[in-house]
């Protein structure tokens, strides 16, 4: 059975870092790429970032550009998020997602629960 | 990165069929066939109903259905049931390793 169980939310302070994790089970992590998608509260989804399997193709949302970076760690069936410079508008419900495919292509089969970050002083 | 455009609310009674429009540009729905769509129950992980625009993962009743034209996507739902009563989103690459959603459409069954 396929699980991806996120961690590393809370609340934290505007300007300051946090970094989100992402445990995968249950399928060969590194023959897919992975997704972070967002829900702030009450609001649609939107996609944060991606990366594809070897960490080769990495991409953001142009509001995550410079702040934010994903990575990987194949050998630990892990996917991080690295938050910095955080803004109240990022907060929101995180989700960790599988891809299909080895790269990005969006078709995201999996999902894990969320970890809700709140971004407030 | 501008959000894919849907309409905010689509109703149905039990039975009939609705459509579902997602409209982006040259540079997103009309360059890939990579078009996905969600469903989305209140307080539960979204779940993939409909990738490469018309594909429907195994365990997806087949009464969802998925196409595009053009910068449009367009997902169907025939034989509205209760049950489908959510939130739907529509995904597309967009080049370079990024996404872009639409805005989501909430789903009334009357």
């Known amino acids: 059975e396929v699980q991806l169980v996120e961690s590393g939310g809370g609340l934290v302070q505007p300007g300051r870092s946090l970094r989100l994790s992402c445990a995968a089970s249950g399928f060969t992590f590194d023959d897919y790429a992975m997704h972070w998608v967002r829900q702030a509260p009450g609001k649609g989804l939107e996609w944060v970032s991606g990366i594809s399997w070897n960490s080769g193709n990495i991409g953001y949302a142009d509001s995550v550009q410079g702040r934010f970076t994903i990575s990987r760690d194949n050998a630990k069936n892990s996917l991080y998020l690295q938050m910095n410079s955080l803004r109240a508008e990022d907060t929101a419900l995180y989700y960790c997602?599988?891809?299909?495919?080895?790269?990005?292509?969006?078709?995201?089969?999996?999902w894990g629960q969320g970890t809700l970050v709140t971004v407030s002083s | 990165q501008s959000a894919l455009t849907q309409p905010a609310s689509v109703s149905g009674s039990p039975g009939q069929s609705i459509t579902i429009s997602c409209t982006g540009t040259?540079?997103?729905?009309?360059?890939?066939?990579?078009v996905s769509w969600y469903q989305q129950h209140p307080g539960k992980a979204p779940k993939l109903m409909i990738y490469?625009?018309?594909k429907r993962p195994s365990g997806v009743s087949n009464r969802f259905s998925g196409s595009k034209s053009g910068n449009t996507a367009s997902l169907t739902i025939s034989g509205l049931q209760a049950e489908d009563e959510a939130d739907y989103y529509c995904c597309s690459y967009a080049g370079s390793t990024t996404l872009v959603f639409g805005g989501g459409t909430k789903l009334t069954v009357l």
């Open positions: 490469e625009f018309s």
């Open positions: 997602g599988k891809d299909m495919a080895y790269d990005s292509t969006g078709n995201i089969d999996y």
């Open positions: 040259s540079s997103d729905v009309g360059s890939y066939n990579l």
